[in-house]
């Protein structure tokens, strides 16, 4: 065995673009209050690029704050419910731009628990020896298959990238459990059924399809008891209490949710990471970006036990308890960054809002079921 895996080097990409609260009410019948009320959010990021050009920037803000190069990193995996294409995998498509040309690289879909999966699975490859540094990134576009004219879903979701570098450690610090889980069954409250193989053959897509189909209510329930359970699971696994915890990173989905599991587990609301009001839900990229700033707002110390959890499509939900290391401070700084944009939120999102116009004929009318 080849000891534990510690997080080494962490990075997020933010794109420049903000769909604010104010903006959505000039596309639903929305308002500012509303949004904040029932979900923290007041604006998230829009992407003008795809979802590796968001990977890659994350990626090699990770590896500088690791002290690596691209090519010392022999494990990539980029979870995300948005690749750009089905094959090559995304991690295939970032592998080659980053030239970590020593890396093996596939994709990892659990939704907005793809983080906590990844985080599982690079621990255990590290842990057996099949692996010893490995590059994680969460990245999505996820306002591509998002309907612009239905308020229930388009407030909550942002595009966004968040990574880290796990490395092998024999000193007791580390990814010290887990707890992964999904119910199939539950798997219908949420669903984006393109990018697969189902239906017929078609160049044309079909707007109804193509969108996000959600029962918000019914994710909040199991988002909040799911957490709850997954949350004690994985540290019973760990040998500690929720005493022990420093630091929680929750799947930032919406703060009615986050606040109310973590009022089931006891945990006061400043050991939380909260950053939701300006990134929304980022499905597999929102667990690493909060990780990432509650570096940086000096939440996660020298030797924190950090809990990171999060649910999501499938449904799926997971739980994972780090001790970390003496360092909280990045090895190197990196000044990648996005391309600048021109083009303002409302041209960015035209496309969507063209294309899912036909299920909407009386925008008036509460959007379609
Ligand atoms: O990453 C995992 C995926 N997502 C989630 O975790 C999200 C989980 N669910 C939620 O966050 C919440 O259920 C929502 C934010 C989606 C909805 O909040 P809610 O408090 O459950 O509201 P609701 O669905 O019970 O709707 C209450 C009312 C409804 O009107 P009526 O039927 O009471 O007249 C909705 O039509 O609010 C209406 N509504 C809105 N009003 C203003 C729904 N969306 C909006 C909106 N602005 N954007």
């Not at 997080?7 to 903000?18: D, E, I």
């Not at 842990?127 to 590059?135: F, K, Q, T």
Request: glycine share 10%; proline share 5%.
């Amino acid at each position: 065995m080849a000891g534990r895996a510690t997080f080494t080097g962490w990075g997020k990409c933010v794109p420049p673009v903000k769909l604010t609260n104010a903006d959505l009410e000039h596309l639903v019948d929305t308002d500012d209050d509303w949004i904040v009320e029932r979900t923290g959010i007041r604006e998230r990021g829009i992407s003008h690029v795809e979802t590796t050009d968001l990977a890659e920037v994350a990626a090699l803000k990770a590896l500088a704050a690791a002290g690596l190069e691209a090519a010392d990193i022999d494990m990539l995996i980029l979870a995300t419910v948005t690749p750009e294409i089905t094959c090559p995998s995304n991690a295939c498509f970032l592998q080659e731009r980053l030239g970590a040309v020593n890396a093996a690289a596939f994709d990892l879909n659990a939704a907005c628990s793809g983080w906590i999966y990844g985080t599982a699975t690079a621990s255990s490859m590290i842990a057996a020896g099949v692996a010893e540094r490995v590059l994680l990134v969460g990245a999505e576009k996820l306002h591509w298959v998002m309907d612009y004219w239905d308020r229930a879903t388009c407030i909550l979701f942002g595009d966004g990238a968040g990574a880290a570098v796990l490395e092998p450690s024999d000193t007791g610090e580390g990814v010290l459990a887990a707890d992964l889980g999904a119910d199939g069954v539950a798997g219908r409250t949420m669903v984006f059924p393109t990018l697969g193989t189902r239906g017929r053959l078609s160049s044309v897509r079909d707007p109804f399809v193509h969108r996000l189909h959600f029962d918000g209510r019914a994710v909040f329930k199991i988002a909040v008891q799911g957490i709850e359970a997954s949350v004690r699971r994985a540290l019973d696994r760990a040998g500690l209490d929720l005493a022990d915890v420093d630091a929680v990173i929750p799947h930032q989905a919406n703060e009615r949710i986050i606040s109310a599991a973590a009022r089931r587990l006891g945990i006061d609301t400043d050991r939380v990471m909260l950053n939701i009001g300006t990134h929304g839900n980022s499905a597999a990229a929102s667990v690493p970006m909060a990780l990432v700033d509650a570096l940086e707002a000096g939440l996660i110390r020298p030797g924190s036990i950090v809990v990171q959890t999060a649910f999501g499509g499938g449904v799926t939900w997971g739980s994972t308890v780090t001790r970390w290391g003496e360092r909280v401070e990045p090895l190197g700084g990196c000044d990648a960054a996005l391309p600048a944009c021109d083009e303002t939120v409302f041209d960015l999102l035209a496309p969507n809002r063209d294309f899912y116009a036909p299920l909407h004929p009386d925008p008036a009318v509460d959007p379609v079921a």
